[in-house]
């Protein structure tokens, strides 16, 4: 479809954005279901990111990621959350703002390993930033405890306590926290990469425990690998990209896409 002043423009905001794989994902299901819009990536950099995000009123849908995720939160009329992922432009011209990260990885873990809710009652998380957040909120109700393993014992302490069944373990008995646990969530950099290499003790998990990584560069990480070569389900970063997006394009224009055919042409990009 040709672009003309009647194309509605869609974006990501970040800092950085340039090498987002949200582009690829929604221009390719704006083109399945012949919408008249565009999406792009574009960078925000601001001392006053509320104000510039207000200013943004030209865009008719915004994904929000790292570091404006808070401030998107605020700049909406309303908001469901405190940390934001997803804005809409409504008729009044302000935006409503959505959380999707969190369902995201719900639906990705739920398409992955469909019986997960009978026996998963001990969640692992590793990391405590605001993915660790969104996962663990999400995860909560249906589980008996959600367990943070931070490096930063402080910081994992604040994320436990906002969640009802929140709990800390210590980051330096990994060992014992992965025998533990049912699902294990990495949600930290490390895996990522050009980041530090780190030596996952994955010979303790469980024989039925599912081991997931938000990490998608590279897909297969060395946590995810170990996992395999041990026989446990594993989930690559991609799942909860291509679900948190497929809610916000339903959040946008009410149409469920093909989570499928965003998985091919993500693989694609991603070489
Ligand atoms: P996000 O919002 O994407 O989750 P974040 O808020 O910056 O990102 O959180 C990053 C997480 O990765 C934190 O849990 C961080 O641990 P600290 O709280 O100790 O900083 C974790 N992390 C980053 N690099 C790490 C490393 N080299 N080793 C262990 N944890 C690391």
């Excluded at 992922?85 to 935006?95: I, K, T």
């Excluded at 590793?126 to 909560?140: E, K, N």
């Excluded at 909860?240 to 989570?259: C, N, S, T, Y």
């Amino acid at each position: 479809m040709s672009i003309t002043a009647a194309t509605k423009v869609y974006g990501v905001i970040g800092d950085p954005v340039t090498h987002s794989l949200s582009p690829v994902m929604h221009n390719g299901w704006i083109a399945d279901h012949r919408i008249d819009a565009v999406y792009v990536a574009l960078p925000l950099r601001s001392d006053d990111a509320v104000v510039a995000i207000r200013a943004l009123n030209g865009f008719a849908g915004l994904n929000v990621t790292v570091p404006h995720k808070e401030a998107a939160a605020k700049a909406a009329a309303r908001s469901e959350a405190a940390v934001a992922n997803v804005l809409r432009r409504e008729d009044d011209g302000r935006f409503s703002a959505f959380n999707t990260d969190g369902q995201g990885f719900l639906d990705s873990l739920t398409e992955s390993a469909p019986s997960w809710r009978s026996h998963v009652r001990r969640a692992l998380i590793v990391g405590a930033g605001g993915a660790a957040l969104g996962i663990g909120a999400a995860l909560s109700p249906f589980v008996d405890t959600v367990h943070f393993a931070n490096r930063t014992a402080d910081r994992g302490e604040q994320t436990a306590a906002s969640i009802p069944n929140g709990r800390t373990t210590r980051w330096d008995d990994l060992e014992r926290a992965f025998g533990h646990a049912d699902l294990i969530v990495q949600t930290t950099t490390l895996g990522m990469a050009g980041q530090p290499e780190m030596a996952w003790p994955v010979s303790f998990c469980r024989p039925n425990a599912i081991v997931a990584d938000i990490v998608y560069r590279p897909l297969n990480t060395p946590l995810l690998t170990a996992a395999r070569d041990r026989g446990l389900k594993a989930i690559d970063g991609l799942g909860m990209l291509i679900h948190q997006g497929a809610r916000a394009f339903e959040i946008w224009f009410e149409i469920k896409p093909d989570v499928a055919k965003a998985r091919q042409r993500l693989l694609a990009a991603l070489g």
